[in-house]
């Protein structure tokens, strides 16, 4: 396998890469082999390890790996590249057993969902020489293990890329390289600290409205019966309580100050949202609660349009306060009908049948 | 097209449907006629009508109905069956409005995603010898329109289905058989009241934390530089908000109060985990957050496992109070994980260097 410019013993001219090494053979990890393997590169090892053996097993007996080692060293030395695709906190001790085994100009890079402390250890830990590129791929969060693996989970995903200040700009183009030609994903540059607290905004938070939704149904006594109800939707909701809870615990305390800010944010959010709807009681009140759905449904479809089309251009439009096109959009086309239906709402409802069924509702 | 057992003008003896009408031709509408015409039964007239004339000329494109009409009268008269897919505050005018055109052993059901009122408004419309019998098909809540039809949308899902207490045995035979023989759905017979509490539950609160998601997060000033990191778990998280934001509106009105105390429990739940992720700062603090993060990815997963393989049985674990096998499970695959994890973490974490990249994590 040639990547433009790997910073080898040699200098930085292109160099053949013989072997890979990754560490951590999970759902990541071993999409990344099988990414890899897909390219039958007969000069190129893939070498895997993972703590617990019979997953190495498997990602072998599945093809993501050319071998899986039961030793680290013997997985690390000779390899040109590094893949840590483990849960967070487990990179560290990662960065720390390998430092000394790595081999010089050797490139490492990691898949974590959070991105200061990772970049923090790579820093107190990897000699010089040693290039650190930071990765973490945005796609794959719902679901675990190597048996879901799939060389395809990255394409068309964007893949956060934050490179060591100290790393070879051709250790970086290796990296891309990896990324775009065998992941086919889309490599997306930013800052350490910029990234954890995006992340922790769309994609921590929705991790722990995860957990609520999950957390407060099942813990219901009714959760038996409800349970046969929930469908699609629910399956949508929760999906990200789905994921390694060890991973989301690593997450929950690496980003531990920017998740309770969005947290404490979403609850404020859901409190408003309730308000809403319990004072949707009369015309005024259901027009401000179906403005207010009216609102988020065209924020999601703006962002959601543009994710499916993978846009992720500057002139994305900005929010909020000033209207923007978007928003005069929706207005142009849910407002009018909103109109129309509290109107005649509020004109049916005004009867005595609808006072007795209120009653008839019964409380969860 | 014969479905067993319909009520007609001949008795309860089976009758061949020759004119069905699906009032409301969105999503659903449009899915079930798209369904009903892959029968290809050369004697069956599928008749639609849409409140938008073009959502009709669209659904005929689309050969979903064989014509849509545009007054309700013509749809109805002489249909043997009539579907009402509209959002649910419509479903009162559609049944006020049909209720003296329909022939008499005419069968009358609807797909909206309340229960109680639109019961209670049919007893109140239709006249004796029509049977209604309520219907909440448990699909494709997140996305919008007749582009998105399609006759498999029902396949395997479960299907409410809600007779009314006046409603002919046989009239609910031919909506089971339509159910099931025609959108290959599974129907699943429970109260009104009921359904509706538990569907605020697990469909109207991930509905709301749809809301939430998308609203804490679109109307921050750093909205547009985040919205690039939202990937799959914010698509899945937001899902629900990209339904019809006037279905939405009238699914809030028509169950308020349910949907009022479980926007209360979810947001005790939500600064439950806050408060565990905030605590995380010492072993005993990670161990409880790991836990909480544990049980719910085990109840996610034994639900979701149910409800893959279409399991609605009995037998479903109860939650929770008592330990159920599930959790003993858990324990076992995930708790000496655990353990081990927080027992290294703080080890490692004792260190000034953890303490001032703890400083660096930027606020949100």
Redesign the interface.
């Given at each position: 396998m040639i990547l433009c410019g790997l910073p080898g013993a040699q200098g930085h001219a292109e160099v053949d890469v013989d072997k890979i090494a990754i560490i951590g053979l999970g759902l990541i990890g071993g999409s990344i082999g099988l990414a890899l393997k897909e390219q039958k590169d007969p000069k190129l090892q893939v070498i895997g390890f993972d703590a617990e053996v019979d997953i190495g097993t498997k990602a072998q007996k599945r093809g993501a790996v050319d071998k899986a080692v039961w030793r680290l060293p013997e997985a690390v030395e000779g390899a040109q590249i590094v893949i840590i695709a483990t849960p967070v906190?487990a990179i560290?001790?990662v960065l720390q057993t390998i430092a000394e085994m790595l081999q010089p100009g050797a490139v490492v890079t990691d898949t974590g969902g959070t991105k200061?402390?990772v970049m923090?250890w790579a820093k107190?830990y990897l000699p010089q020489g040693i290039s650190f590129i930071g990765g973490n791929p945005?796609?794959?969060?719902?679901v675990v293990g190597i048996e879901k693996a799939s060389p395809a989970l990255f394409h068309n995903?964007?893949y956060?890329l934050i490179p060591d200040k100290a790393a070879h700009g051709s250790a970086v183009q290796a990296v891309v390289d990896l990324v775009s030609t065998t992941l086919k994903a889309k490599p997306?540059f930013m800052d350490a600290?910029?990234?954890?607290?995006?992340?922790?905004?769309?994609?921590h938070?929705?991790?722990?409205?995860?957990?609520?939704?999950?957390?407060?149904?099942?813990?219901?006594p009714?959760?038996?019966?409800?349970?046969?109800?929930?469908?699609?939707?629910?399956?949508?909701?929760?999906?990200?309580?789905?994921?390694?809870?060890?991973n989301?615990?690593d997450i929950?305390?690496t980003?531990?100050?920017?998740?309770?800010?969005?947290?404490?944010?979403?609850?404020?959010?859901?409190?408003?949202?309730?308000d809403l709807?319990?004072g949707?009681?009369n015309e005024a009140g259901?027009e401000a609660?179906?403005t207010?759905?009216?609102?988020?449904?065209e924020?999601?479809?703006v962002?959601?349009t543009?994710?499916l089309e993978g846009d992720?251009s500057d002139d994305?439009?900005?929010?909020?306060s000033m209207p923007s096109p978007g928003e005069q959009l929706a207005d142009f086309m849910?407002g009018a009908?909103?109109r129309e239906?509290y109107q005649?709402?509020f004109k049916?409802n005004e009867t005595k049948?609808q006072e007795r069924?209120?009653r008839?509702?019964?409380?969860?």
């Open positions: 906190l560290r001790e200061s402390a923090a107190e945005l796609t794959g969060k719902d995903s964007r956060v997306y600290d910029e990234h954890d607290s995006y992340a922790a905004a769309v994609t938070l929705p991790m722990l409205l995860a957990q609520t939704v999950v957390g407060a149904t099942s813990k219901s009714s959760w038996k019966e409800m349970s046969r109800l929930a469908a699609s939707g629910f399956e949508a909701s929760s999906s990200l309580a789905g994921a390694d809870p060890l989301n615990l929950c305390i980003n531990r100050e920017a998740i309770v800010h969005w947290a404490n944010e979403a609850i404020r959010e859901m409190a408003r949202f309730r709807v319990s949707s009681t259901a609660l179906g207010a759905l009216a609102r988020s449904w924020a999601r479809e962002w959601h543009k994710y992720i994305a439009p900005a929010r909020p849910i009908k909103l239906r005649q709402m049916l049948e069924r209120q008839r509702f019964r409380r969860a």
